[in-house]
């Protein structure tokens, strides 16, 4: 159904997990949670900003992986973006160019991009009444589906399958870093998110004037 949505020009997103590269310890290829592994599904994975100000008022914001704070033992993992590489998804052909770690299936590899899902500051609902901070990747999934409505106003329609071009201004050292910004901070255990393509936060946070600038 995915795929045939896709092909009718739906653009399906789906929250990578919240329990880190590790999948709450279940398994080694970490933590490639379904829908988000589906080939035909762009999969959020999540950041921490961090926003400091200096001594002239200046602000600067620095993002990372949204990270574990636990690890083991079995279901003590207390959070952080998932991402992995799928033993039931095979590698679809946009990631070709990319290489599964050794020893993993050839399998569809997640996140393909990430956005603030840290709990801390986090951001505010209104809860049973009353005003409270959450995170988790469910924040990050819906904070592209907002963006990528400028995606969408730059092509004049619907997107479809978002992925095969993601992975083209990825796999261009030159749109790379105008279609996003690198994330080279942080780790999801056992992935550690690097300047490129990583199982921790995907190509990094999208750039999304950049990416409709792009599309066009």
Do not use: C
């Not at 999934?141 to 907002?146: D, N, R, T, Y």
């Amino acid at each position: 159904y995915y795929m045939l949505g896709s092909a009718m020009g739906i653009s399906f997103l789906a929250s990578s997990g919240d329990g880190g590269g590790s999948g709450f310890s279940v398994g080694p290829e970490g933590g490639a949670g379904y829908p988000s592994s589906s080939p035909y599904v762009t999969s959020l994975g999540g950041t921490s900003t961090y926003v400091s100000t200096a001594g002239n008022g200046a602000l600067s914001v620095n993002q990372t992986a949204w990270s574990n704070i636990g690890f083991v033992p079995y279901f003590v993992n207390e959070g952080g973006s998932g991402g992995g590489v799928s033993i039931l998804e095979p590698k679809p052909w946009y990631q070709s160019s990319l290489q599964v770690h050794a020893s993993f299936p050839e399998g569809r590899m997640a996140p393909d991009l990430s956005l603030d899902a840290s709990g801390t500051p986090g951001t505010f609902v209104i809860y049973h009444g009353s005003p409270a901070a959450f995170g988790g990747t469910s924040e990050a999934s819906p904070l592209f589906a907002g963006l990528a409505t400028l995606l969408m106003g730059a092509e004049k329609g619907s997107l479809g399958l978002l992925n095969p071009v993601l992975y083209q201004f990825g796999g261009n050292a030159v749109t790379y870093q105008a279609a996003f910004t690198p994330i080279t901070f942080g780790y999801t255990i056992p992935w550690v998110s690097t300047f490129g393509y990583n199982l921790a936060t995907g190509w990094g946070a999208p750039n999304i004037g950049e990416m409709a600038t792009l599309y066009r």
